[in-house]
């Protein structure tokens, strides 16, 4: 067998290997083996099988039609290496392909992004990301929720990242990473952006790539004053930074 998985059998696993010692041919189990190239059916599999388990939700969240979604679009939107992102739906998806890490969110990471950036919850992307996972087959992987915001969300972090590891942009941009996303939102689409569920919101997506994809003078005046306006909130210590009253006080001041 090869590149085989076991599904359901750590403690059988464990077992065995704590007793190894004692083992001989005498000693059987019950396997079931499954060969498939059919991911939705390997999805099914673990789906069935760990039922009487306590299985992390983001395990089972990766088996969501929405999810697969996402997935196929951003496969889509990868045309050319410049804009590329990578959705890495299962654990190490891409971990055998060259591809900077950089360009890879995992599901929580991708999630994290949009609730943070289109959902106003920088708070919980901050302090509480396990919360955030309880809250994202509701939420932010909602079946009506448009595919571009998560692409978007994404692209926005990975161009802040890089901005900031090339000393472009102020370091509060970084510090305050999650309500930078959120703040980009409202400084370009204004006091009220488009739900995530309207065809509209594409629209928003598109203005928001078109400033934040390029390297010019607006894109990096675009983050000094996000900068400039969270240094009029005044000093942020690590309990401000994670309440709703900050995230509206971060609001208001990129509306004004």
């Not at 998985?5 to 696993?13: A, F, K, L």
């Not at 290997?17 to 189990?29: A, R």
């Not at 309500?179 to 980009?184: G, H, K, Q, V």
């Amino acid at each position: 067998m090869s590149n085989y998985q076991i599904v359901n059998g750590c403690q059988t696993s464990n077992v065995l290997f704590e007793n190894g010692n004692v083992l001989n041919d005498k000693i059987t189990i019950m396997a079931k083996i499954i060969e498939t190239d059919d991911q939705d059916i390997v999805d099914d599999i673990v789906r069935s099988t760990n039922r009487q388990n306590k299985i992390e939700d983001h395990q089972f969240l990766a088996t969501l039609d929405s999810v697969k979604s996402v997935e196929r679009y951003f496969i889509a939107r990868g045309g050319d290496e410049e804009h590329r992102l990578y959705f890495e739906r299962r654990p190490n998806q891409y971990g055998r392909d060259d591809i900077p890490s950089i360009r890879i969110f995992d599901l929580k990471e991708l999630a994290r992004c949009t609730g943070a950036m289109f959902l106003d919850k920088p708070d919980v992307a901050s302090r509480y990301p396990n919360q955030l996972v309880e809250e994202l087959q509701g939420t932010v992987f909602d079946p009506k929720n448009k595919e571009e915001i998560f692409y978007t969300a994404a692209y926005c972090n990975y161009r802040l990242k890089l901005l900031h590891s090339n000393n472009r942009i102020d370091k509060a941009i970084n510090r305050l990473k999650w309500y930078s996303l959120m703040a980009i939102r409202y400084r370009v689409c204004g006091e009220n952006p488009s739900n995530v569920t309207s065809s509209k919101v594409e629209k928003d997506c598109e203005a928001i790539i078109d400033i934040i994809s390029k390297n010019d003078d607006a894109c990096i005046a675009l983050c000094n004053d996000i900068a400039r306006r969270f240094a009029e909130l005044g000093a942020v210590d690590r309990d401000r930074l994670r309440t709703t009253r900050f995230v509206s006080e971060v609001r208001d001041a990129m509306c004004r």
